[in-house]
């Protein structure tokens, strides 16, 4: 059974960085596709980022491409999520997400099979 436990979160002011860390288990991960979506209260989940399972094809939200960055360590079941330049309309639940298709990328949230249950992450004016 493939668990998702995300971490990093917390509080920073605008400007500021923050790094989220999703820690998997399960045999999948190595060759999972991952991404990161978040929920802010009132508001549709957003899709942020995604890495194929080589880890050398990455896609990301327009309201994130150039100040947010996804990697990940197959060897330590590993996905991160570098935030910088973090804004208050960052403001968010963040979830790591797995999918089995690992050679493709997606926005999709339908086409994630694995949660985690988020990590808060609260941007300061």
């Known amino acids: 059974q493939v668990q998702l436990v995300e971490s990093g979160g917390g509080l920073v002011q605008a400007g500021g960085s923050l790094r989220l860390v999703c820690a998997a288990s399960g045999r999948t991960f190595s060759s999972s596709a991952m991404g990161w979506f978040r929920q802010a209260p009132g508001k549709e989940g957003e899709f942020v980022a995604s890495?194929?399972?080589?880890?050398?094809?990455?896609v990301y939200g327009d309201s994130v491409k150039g100040r947010f960055t996804i990697s990940r360590d197959n060897a330590k079941n590993t996905v991160y999520l570098q935030m910088n330049s973090l804004k208050p309309e960052d403001t968010a639940v963040y979830h790591c997400?797995?999918?089995?298709?690992?050679?493709?990328?997606?926005?999709?949230?339908?086409?994630?099979?694995?949660w985690g249950q988020g990590t808060q992450v609260t941007v300061s004016s």
């Open positions: 890495i194929n399972w080589r880890g050398d094809t990455t």
């Open positions: 997400a797995g999918r089995n298709a690992g050679e493709m990328t997606t926005p999709l949230r339908n086409r994630y099979d694995y």
